[in-house]
């Protein structure tokens, strides 16, 4: 089956980087994408990679490594509002998408 | 504003009693899908629907069903809940089911059986 795994929880303080995996078992992998859950709230949509590399959006990098099956998000000058859960997902099929088990980030002042 | 809903946000019910969970979006979205959230667990995929009439089974289909029977509704419906789908449900929708696209999610429903 598909599976992607996250660790479950990481901390960081304020104004540092810190960095979320997610590595993945499955073939004909399509691309990864990440999501934030703020607790109470829906998931959100951060990022999306198609191909191999780094992809930038303003403080939050995502990036891909489709032959080692790894990718990881990147969250850097953390916020306190950055505390959330986190969650990679990709797919195989055309149809259906599949999410990774989620890593609550902890950010202290 | 571009949105989907879901109602009833919170709902307690007994097992046995059948219930049904609506889902509605306004973007004109042809995927949509349902997921369950369990502690641990991320979210799972219960169905999805890539256009109307056109659905089929994510990866814990069990004891829930669908229709799509109007491109921006996708009702769940449980016909004899049991205390195991107590969980946080999210209805989604999209342009398309590849992670390529942005998934819109509904704001939950909490279901509690008892």
């Known amino acids: 089956g598909q599976s992607l795994e996250q660790p479950s929880e990481v901390t960081a303080v304020e104004g540092a980087i810190v960095q979320i995996n997610c590595t993945y078992q499955t073939s004909g992998f399509y691309g990864l994408s990440w999501y934030q859950q703020h607790d109470g709230g829906a998931p959100t949509f951060l990022s999306y990679?198609?191909?191999?590399g780094l992809e930038e959006t303003g403080r939050f990098s995502s990036f891909l490594s489709r032959s080692d099956s790894y990718g990881y998000l990147l969250l850097q000058e953390l916020q306190m509002k950055d505390s959330a859960s986190y969650f990679c997902?990709?797919?195989?099929?055309?149809?259906?998408?599949?999410f990774g088990t989620g890593t609550r980030l902890l950010v202290s002042p | 504003e571009a949105q989907v809903t879901q109602n009833p946000r919170y709902l307690i019910t007994v097992t046995g009693k059948k219930l049904t969970v609506t889902c509605s979006q306004n973007?004109?979205?042809?995927?949509m899908s349902w997921y369950r959230q369990d502690p641990g667990l991320g979210l799972r995929q219960i169905y999805y629907?890539?256009?109307?009439?056109?659905?089929d089974k994510g990866d814990v289909p069990e004891g829930y069903k669908v229709s799509r029977k109007e491109k921006r509704n996708f009702p769940l419906i449980l016909e004899s809940p049991s205390p195991n789908q107590t969980s946080l449900y999210f209805c989604?929708?999209?342009?398309?089911?590849?992670?390529?696209?942005?998934?819109?999610f509904g704001p939950g429903t909490r279901l509690t059986v008892t």
């Open positions: 989604a929708s999209s342009l398309g089911a590849s992670a390529t696209y942005e998934q819109y």
């Open positions: 973007m004109n979205h042809e995927y």
């Open positions: 997902a990709g797919n195989t099929g055309f149809q259906k998408l599949v």
């Open positions: 990679n198609a191909l191999d």
């Open positions: 629907s890539m256009n109307v009439e056109v659905t």
